[in-house]
């Protein structure tokens, strides 16, 4: 793990004390603004219909019984001494979970592995000696395939519940806080007052997204303490003005209490107290950003006591004020003279909890997108500085829309509350099941620990997502019919973008083809470097086949770029690139794999381009310096030839080069040249020049030995005269123009397929494809500089 890289946009030190604190204050504003809000609208949606208020209490204690123990077990317990453990080298959430389990069982359904990405820095972790009760489960689960697809089909899942949550709480969380007008007007004009100013509050939210979280967020974390100093200080004066004996209902006896005295309505009831933990996700999502002792600190120390506080202090003033079920809410208990400054300080905390939600919709959309489980979509990156922070147009535009129907559709908390509840409370229930895997597989600990962990926080989630579910009729359809329509699309895209692969796997062209193009069979080179993409890590694609038939020429310098996902969360600058040679040095053909992981951010193409050339020029003078660092072979030799046809790839991260014949190799950072062959999935040998990670900049110097023969030197005079052919051939090219070969690719099922499986492709996915964004926008290629093939992909 690499604790620094995993908290990309922090320059901090992670050991000083100073320095989590100050991130514990940062993670108020991303973090917390979604449960620091929920005090706004629980009561009042738990009360709205299924229990009322009475005399005796009871209600109202047993309510905030329930409260104060669900926000103890769940977020403290559960999340914050738990699952927030359970990181990726460093990141949080669904996605992370998965890339965990990935890494240490083999079910991941990601075309193009290759053993050679288990050579990442980002990849490896130090794990205790696995145990055979953890091993019969790794294997069992790598036996059946179906679970493989059961296992993405439950994180697919989990991803469209945080969309669906996304969609919702900014209604749910500005509708309320825009709701305490009641209080400064007539019940008539609040009621056609309340949705246009909602309304009109969320376009703002929605429009200004463009500028990017970082043009605003440095109000984020005042805001947020100053609503969580606003509503723990209320909550004391409510407290010891009206009931200050209201701590006896933190007792669980007043939960069995209350579900003794209310039976049913009382169970439909939890569908409003479970809001009490909506944002919680938030910990562990937006882990990344900060720090596992940060985020505990501010939630343990601040944030919890300020939520239990402000509950206790609404539930005093209703215990004595016992006002009818549609008069409860959060600004009745709020003291009339300071009213006007609480509701400007809560409709500002719920644009920053909404925010906070918006953000983590795109960031997630972009993790599905890199792992091939969502259509193409323009992602924008909003800040140079702070990395991960990014926004998606055609997405934000779509949850505007959608947050406006609902808020206009629904009016009421009640609704929005019992269709949020059930998206979180889905969310969480994924997250327990994926926790459980790791505890299992990844941290290898007796079944009876993952049993339990499962058994006991599933139940209590398991409770609030019945009381959630049969409020389907009034609100909770709502994420179970976003999550159905997500999911399918996600999953017949990965499914088709599954099949393609295979299908370019099974029509790949051989290597001696190639080499045997030239001007005997008409072809021509021209001027300039082509770039041809491709899913292959080896092998010549057969849309380059295609291209070359209907056009009889390509590029002088070609070089066959595949841009592959791998299951961890970034991946080093120093090891993204993958470069090697696809036949003789002579041919000017090449191979890079550029890698990344699911939470990075892909390059404009101006700086690809530039970077790719100086990877490029890296790799040709690391490769010739190796041949006269060894024994000066030549291309036939021990070292390039290779039976299946492809050459090494190397690792190009920080290499430079000078000199002719006395000369050094610097390595800053972490190289020692160490070779080893890696098997892809489709059996062919990669071999790797890898650097191990921990040395500080190192010098190795290859001098020429005088008593050498004058042929050797003269060899070695030669193979410089041909390094700096080629590094010229490498930069005339670059001058003259670069051309991306892209692929535009029409995918039909194959005659004899199944109705759903020619559903799902002819019309499911060919839907997706035409309105979504094409590779040509997603890779950032300029119009000008494409040539697009077009490919029949019978599947």
Known sequence: MDPDYSRCWSTYKKDSWKTILVLAYQSLGVVYGDLSISPLYVYKSTFAEDIHHSETNEEIFGVLSFVFWTLTLVPLFKYVF????ADDNGEGGTFALYSLICRHVKVSLLPNRQAADEALSTYKREQPPEKKSSSRVKLFLEKHKSLHTALLILVLLGTCMVIGDGLLTPAISVFSAVSGLEF????????????????????????????????????????????????????????FHWNPHVYKALSP???????????????????????????????????GHFSYAAIQIAFTFLVYPALILAYMGQAAYLSKNHVTSSQISFYVSVPEIVRWPVLAIAILASVVGSQAIISGTFSIINQSQSLGCFPRVKVVHTSDKIHGQIYIPEINWTLMILCIAVTIGFRDVKHMGNASGLAVMAVMLVTTCLTSLVIILCWHKPPIVALSFLFFFGSIELLYFSASLIKFREGAWLPILLALFLVTVMFVWHYATIKKYEYDLHNKVSLEWLLALGPSLGIARVPGIGIAFTDLTSGIP?????????????????????????????????????????????????????????????????????????????????????????????????????????????????VALSG???????????????????????????????????????RVRFAI???????????????????????????????????????????????????????????????????????????????????????????
């Not at 738990?82 to 453990?85: A, F, G, Y």
């Not at 610097?666 to 070779?675: D, F, I, M, Y």
């Not at 964004?773 to 119009?783: E, F, I, S, W, Y």
């Open 184 to 239: 400064f007007m007539s019940k008539e004009h609040h009621q056609y007052a309340v949705i246009p100013i909602t309304c009109f509050i969320l376009v703002c939210l929605f429009a200004l997204q463009h500028y990017g979280t970082h043009r605003v967020g440095f109000m984020f974390a005042p805001v947020v303490v100053a609503w969580l100093l606003c509503i723990s200080s209320l909550g004391l004066y409510n407290i």
């Open 705 to 795: 030995n005088e008593s050498k023969s004058e042929s050797e030197f003269d060899a070695r005079t030669e193979a410089d005269v041909q390094l700096q052919e080629e590094l010229q051939e490498l930069f005339s090219a670059k001058e003259a123009g670069t051309a991306f070969i892209l692929g535009h690719s029409h995918v039909k099922a194959k005659q004899g397929s199944s109705f759903l499986k020619r559903l799902a492709i002819n019309f499911g996915y060919n839907l997706l494809r035409r309105n979504c964004r094409g590779p040509d926008v997603a890779l950032k290629v300029p119009p000008a500089s494409l040539l697009e093939v077009g490919m029949v992909y019978v599947v």
């Open 660 to 698: 002719t014949q006395d000369f050094d190799i610097e390595e800053s950072v972490q190289l020692a040249s160490v070779s080893a062959d890696f098997p892809t999935i489709e059996s062919v040998t990669d071999v790797i020049e890898m650097e191990p990670v921990g040395g500080a900049e190192r």
């Open 542 to 654: 057969a849309n380059f086949s295609r291209f070359v038939t209907n056009l009889p020429a390509f590029h002088r310098v070609l070089v066959f770029v595949c841009v592959k996902s791998v299951p961890v969360p970034y991946v080093l600058p120093a090891e993204r690139y993958l470069v090697g040679r696809v036949g003789p040095a002579a041919h000017r053909s090449y191979r890079c794999i550029v890698r990344y992981g699911y939470r990075d951010v892909h390059q404009d193409v101006d700086s690809f381009e530039s970077e790719l050339v100086d990877k490029l020029a890296d790799f040709i003078r690391y490769d010739w310096c190796h041949r006269r660092g060894t024994t000066g072979n030549e291309e036939g030799g021990s070292r390039s030839s290779r039976s299946s046809g492809e050459y090494k790839l190397t690792v190009i991260g920080t």
């Open 82 to 85: 738990i699952v927030l453990r």
């Open 253 to 287: 006896y007043y939960m069995f209490k209350f579900l003794k005295k209310t039976r049913t309505g009382g169970w439909m009831s939890l569908g409003g107290v479970l809001l009490c933990i909506t944002g919680s996700e938030a910990m562990f999502a937006d882990l």
